[in-house]
């Protein structure tokens, strides 16, 4: 009779154990996803703003606009392709640790060892064993990508939008930055997939002992051989889900810039 006491503290002691892990382990996780996402915040902090200011520097300041607020095509277009550039460059570290730690999720489905122990870590490990120029691996390929879905995003946002302000009865609300925000999501999708498809099959080739790649030996050689081989439509695969993620992400963006800029005090965009 004595045993069984004995018995029920032991379990219960060990089901104490068990919650209290368990909470731990529920805490360390949370912890780490905050981590992970205001390192995800600051990608997009850089990013977005090296964009953002670059591409109105370059239309009030360097090109300008015409007498009548028109702005050229072409003007846009390159100050599109010039912001993504440039934002993609500052914002490539963060960018680089953000997909390495994505990968870290299908390692450990794969139940294969995990390399970093967080964002902080992978930061230091990728800085030590690549020195700063390690921190902008595989930056053409992502500026490649950057440059065409900006071209897509800004300037099509920035020509509809002065479009429906000036010929038609819209003024400039939400209900412009709406439907120009829908147009820009929608183009920049249609920009930005085939260089996405490039970049996929660039980064997950196999790859020999020095780490070059075995089946393509460039952005143009990938994009050539997938064109000949599977056909023009091929570098649009995926194109649904991309367009449903963009469209969404550009909506939000928009109209918040927007926002933002109203209650700043500053004209809108």
């Known amino acids: 009779m004595s045993g069984r006491p004995c ?23 949370f912890i780490k996803h905050i981590t992970e996402f205001t390192f995800l915040m600051m990608f997009y902090t850089v990013y977005s703003g090296g964009r953002m200011v670059t591409y109105e520097h370059l239309r009030e300041v360097v090109f300008g606009k015409s007498e009548d607020k028109h702005y050229p095509l072409w003007k846009s277009v390159i100050g599109g392709i010039t912001a993504g550039v440039i934002g993609q460059f500052l914002a490539n570290p ?30 230091a ?24 879905v900006n071209m897509g995003d800004l300037t099509t946002y920035d020509t509809v939008k002065h479009y429906l302000v000036l010929n038609t009865p819209l003024e400039d609300n939400i209900m412009t ?68 993620r963009m469209t969404p992400w550009s909506l939000v963006f928009w109209l918040t810039y927007e926002k933002i800029r109203e209650m700043s005090g500053v004209s809108p965009f």
């Not at 029920?8 to 368990?22: C, D, K, M, P, Y």
């Open 7 to 29: 018995g029920r503290s032991i379990g219960g002691t060990r089901e104490r154990q068990l919650e209290r892990q368990t909470g731990l382990d529920q805490n360390v996780l």
């Open 94 to 123: 963060t960018d680089l640790v953000k997909v390495q730690m994505q990968m870290e999720g299908k390692r450990k489905l794969e139940g294969k060892p995990l390399r970093f122990r967080g964002v902080h870590h992978a930061f």
């Open 125 to 148: 490990k990728i800085l030590a064993e690549g020195g700063v120029r390690g921190l902008w691996a595989g930056w053409v390929p992502n500026i490649q990508r950057a440059a065409l």
């Open 177 to 244: 930055h709406g439907l120009s925000s829908l147009c820009s999501g929608l183009v920049a999708s249609i920009l930005g997939t085939p260089a996405d498809v490039i970049k996929s099959r660039i980064m997950n080739q196999p790859r020999d002992k020095q780490g070059r790649g075995l089946l393509y030996k460039s952005s143009t050689d990938c994009l050539i051989q997938a064109v000949e081989g599977e056909g023009f439509m091929s570098l649009y695969k995926g194109f649904l889900p991309s367009w449903l």
